[in-house]
């Protein structure tokens, strides 16, 4: 069982930036592929990147070279720097993790973008 709380979400002006957090607890975080997804009004969720337990990482064409995700092992938590932010990144950013056919999500952060 692994327990995902996201931070980080906020109200931000176009072409600005913003780092979300996800800290994971209740397992053995390195050996999760970690994500992060996003959902819009409306619209059905998506990937925006991912992370593997090796370090490998993927991004959607719509974020690549604006996003980039990392992780901290040390301190089981994943990261997602936006830059150059559209107003079209709004959306709520969830945080997941998998390993196998277990999948875990945390309750989402609102992120705003908007003049």
């Known amino acids: 069982q692994v327990q995902l709380v996201e931070s980080g979400g906020t109200l931000v002006q176009p072409g600005g930036s913003l780092r979300l957090s996800c800290a994971a607890s209740?397992?053995?975080?390195?050996?999760?592929?970690m994500g992060w997804h996003r959902q819009a009004p409306g619209k059905k969720r998506e990937l925006v990147a991912s992370i593997s337990s090796g370090g490998g990482t993927n991004a959607a064409d719509s974020v690549k070279g604006r996003f980039s995700i990392a992780r901290d092992n040390a301190k089981n938590t994943v990261y997602l720097q936006m830059n150059n932010l559209k107003p079209e990144d709004t959306a709520v950013y969830f945080c997941?993790?998998?390993?196998?056919?277990?999948?875990?999500w945390g309750q989402g952060t609102q992120v705003t973008v908007s003049s």
């Open positions: 997941n993790a998998i390993y196998g056919r277990d999948a875990y």
């Open positions: 209740g397992s053995i975080f390195s050996i999760y592929t």
